[in-house]
């Protein structure tokens, strides 16, 4: 683990001081050297767009997925489309509070009451509802860039569900916000000291709807409590290993669309 928790509670605390400092000087100072810090733990932040930027590389391109982001060498990269290489998990988390997102609620699964009969389950009738994640949290873009044969570059640069596919509906992952749940602080055993979930497991965006959530982020597709129908969207994924970027923006993107209208 890259960044203890003790040093987590740092960089916070440096952060509410840059924030409180009445010297506009040393606040832009304070904010610098700690977005500098950031950056050298692997996530960029701009403060005026509210965007996060980590580096990243396309995982898989056609095995089953749980996760839209890990980070390897702990994440579970044989169930993840994105992954990147020593981002670490405290520092992402921070710099997600930093820009004043606030914590949402995870998904559930609601029992019907009553259960149906045996005779009605076997005609379809369900045994539970669910309620997807909801709540604050960010929206994912993913870009990346081609280089031709004749030396241009092509960009590219998608919502982060595109890029997932449902194999039963045949829909790509449902676009929204990616729900803050800020993970957790857990003991692998009695004896042993508390650790941050995300850094300790290296899975930081869900695809899949897990309780506890261990994990920073969780998708609210309808469906997210199903772990068996989530692939990549080979159709637009560059090849494997390709390098990315995965953005995190609290607000979408304003994208401009050209027109010949008036309208």
């Avoid at 810090?37 to 997925?65: M, W, Y």
């Avoid at 869900?206 to 597709?221: E, Q, R």
């Amino acid at each position: 683990m890259k960044i203890i928790l003790s040093t987590f509670l740092c960089l916070s605390a440096a952060w509410a001081f840059a924030q409180e400092g009445q010297d506009p000087q040393a606040k832009s100072s304070g904010q610098s050297a700690l977005l500098e810090t950031f950056a050298s733990q692997g996530v960029r932040v701009d403060l005026e767009n509210k965007l996060i930027e980590v580096d990243a590389f396309i995982c898989q391109r056609d095995e089953p997925l749980e996760y839209l982001y890990i980070d390897q060498p702990r994440g579970k990269d044989h169930e993840a489309l994105i992954y990147s290489r020593g981002v670490s998990a405290e520092t992402l988390n921070a710099a997600m509070l930093m820009l004043g997102v606030q914590e949402g609620q995870n998904g559930k699964v609601i029992l019907v009451d009553p259960q149906p009969t045996p005779e009605q389950a076997q005609k379809g009738a369900p045994r539970y509802t669910f309620e997807p994640a909801s709540g604050d949290g960010f929206y994912l873009y993913v870009s990346w860039e081609i280089l031709g044969k004749d030396g241009t570059i092509e960009k590219h640069c998608v919502r982060a569900e595109d890029l997932v596919l449902n194999h039963r509906t045949e829909q790509t992952y449902k676009r929204g916000r990616w729900v803050y749940l800020g993970s957790r602080f857990l003991k692998p055993h009695s004896k042993a000291k508390e650790v941050f979930a995300a850094a300790a497991e290296g899975n930081y965006v869900s695809l899949v709807n897990f309780s506890p959530a261990n994990h920073l982020l969780m998708g609210a597709d309808p469906l997210s409590e199903d772990q068996t129908v989530w692939f990549p969207n080979l159709y637009l994924l560059p090849p494997l290993n390709h390098p990315v970027k995965l953005l995190f923006a609290h607000q979408p993107f304003e994208l401009l669309v050209p027109t010949l209208s008036d309208d």
